[in-house]
């Protein structure tokens, strides 16, 4: 079984650097869920992980 490391990034970083593939990325900026959440992240933030997250996909990267 390989480990996994919760990693944040910088916008001038991007999260697949080197030999750490990202397994899943989500933007938090406001300009990614402004227009549809107004200034509600945490609802935004429940939205991407329940309907738009696909996990068979990220399960398959583990």
Known sequence: MR???VRCTT???PPAVGRCPALLGCDVWE???YIDFRNK???Y???FLDKL???ENVASRM
């Open 31 to 33: 300009h990614s869920y």
């Open 11 to 13: 916008w001038v970083r």
């Open 3 to 5: 480990h996994h490391k």
């Open 41 to 43: 992240r945490p609802a």
């Open 45 to 47: 933030l429940t939205n």
């Open 53 to 55: 997250v696909n996990w």
